[in-house]
Structure formats: C-alpha cells, structure tokens
C-alpha cells in the first residue's frame, strides 16, 4: 500500500493496494468528523465518521483515524478498488450551541485506482 | 428512500443577471445547507434552514440568499450574478438535530456557470 504523511492533492495507486488518504483539520474544539467520498457528477457521498471521544473506527473496507494531538485525520482503504477512484474529503463540524452544525471541508484528495 | 434532489442541474447566466436554485431534502429531513464548491476554495458553507428559518451562516455577501418552505424544500438566491459564482451549488439535508452526529447527505448539484 501506499501510505504519505501529508495531504496530497493526487494519490495513484494499483488495484489490491491499500491507500492511505491523511487529512488536517483546523480546529481543536470540532468535535465530530466525516470522509466523504465525490464521483464525477456527484455531490459527496458519506463514507465514515468519527467522534472526537474515539481515535479509531472501522467500517466496510474503510478505517478512519483520528489524531487529536497533531489535529490530523487519516482514512484507510483495504484493498481499493477501481470504483473507488473519486475525490475524498475529511469534513469536521462546528456545532455552535443553538446556531445549526455547519461542515468545515479540507482540501480534497483525487485517487486514481489503475487495474 | 429519494435521495436528495436539486433542480436545475445546470445553469447558464449572464453577468448582472439573478438566479434561484431549488433542493428537496431526504423526506423526513427538516435541515437543509447550501454549499459553494469552486476549484479554487473548495466546498465553502453558506448556510443552514431549520423549520424555514436561517439557523447558521457562512461567510458569503449578502448577495447569497435562501428561504425554506414548510415541506423543509428550500431555495437560494444569488442577485447581481458576477463570475466568481461560477460554481457547484450543492445542498444537503439532515433531520436538523443540533447534535454534529447527525449526517448531511449531499444532492449531486447545480453547476451555475456565468458567462
């Protein structure tokens, strides 16, 4: 697999790969975050979330990482696949007291999966 | 259940010119958020209904506008339309609980370009 330290815009990796998308985040204080997964033509499509209480979760094929420490958000992807090519983004929130949760996006990362 | 829906999928506008853009959420749903994604700043919050009222802003012009009708459909408005609005205009809805869990799912957008 390949695995990178620091948000990258582009990611290439072969199909059977495991790939590792990092993300940071801004603020200390959001307390909830979310990958969200984009298709050419589509809006972002939810993948997994975490909470700020827990540094791991696993999904289906997924795993999410959280790294409150150094602020910095990771997703894992087991055996990516070549429908997996799309742009990935880590979102977190702000729940403002009574105001309404807004999503704080990060700079997304397009992965290219070749067969 | 329908996912989320965005009418029209693409405009083309003239500078100067208005433009309303329509969402109907997830049934159920009674949150809705706009959001402006361009290459260059990404996915950017405009704004939150609630029970057909603004619960949450982002930081847009006050040329950026929106409403939400009692069946939680909402529109936004751009008025005097420049060519930096050319963008994907997406919308999300969620059941409006003030808890960050509560996931937003994403329409596939509406691509505005202003000539």
């Known amino acids: 697999g390949e695995s990178v330290g620091l948000h990258l815009p582009t990611l290439s990796v072969q199909e059977g790969d495991n790939s590792i998308i990092n993300c940071a985040y801004s603020?200390?204080?959001?307390?909830?975050f979310i990958w969200y997964k984009q298709e050419s033509g589509k809006g972002p499509q939810f993948i997994i979330d975490?909470?700020?209480?827990?540094d791991k979760r696993q999904g289906q094929r997924v795993t999410v990482l959280l790294n409150k420490t150094v602020k910095h958000l990771s997703l894992q992807i087991a055996a990516t696949q070549p429908g997996d090519s799309a742009v990935y983004f880590c979102?977190?929130?702000?729940?403002?007291?009574?105001?309404?949760?807004?999503?704080?996006f990060g700079k997304g990362t397009t992965l290219s999966v070749s067969s | 259940k329908a996912g989320v829906t965005q009418t029209p999928r693409y405009l083309i506008k003239t500078r100067g010119q208005q433009v309303t853009l329509s969402c109907s959420p997830i049934?159920?749903?009674?949150?809705v958020s706009w959001y402006q994604q361009t290459p260059g700043q990404g996915l950017q919050f405009l704004f939150e209904?609630?029970?057909?009222?603004?619960?949450n802003k982002g930081n847009f012009p006050g040329r950026f506008s929106g409403r939400q009708f009692s069946n939680s459909r909402s529109e936004m408005n751009v008025s005097t339309l420049e060519l930096g609005d050319s963008a994907l205009y997406l919308c999300?809805?969620?059941?409006?609980?003030?808890?960050?869990?509560?996931?937003?799912?994403f329409g596939p957008g509406t691509r505005l370009t202003v000539l």
């Open positions: 999300a809805s969620s059941g409006g609980l003030l808890d960050p869990t509560d996931t937003q799912y």
């Open positions: 603020n200390s204080a959001s307390d909830y």
């Open positions: 975490i909470r700020s209480n827990m």
């Open positions: 979102a977190e929130t702000l729940a403002t007291n009574q105001a309404g949760t807004a999503l704080i």
């Open positions: 049934s159920g749903h009674r949150s």
């Open positions: 209904y609630f029970s057909e009222t603004q619960r």
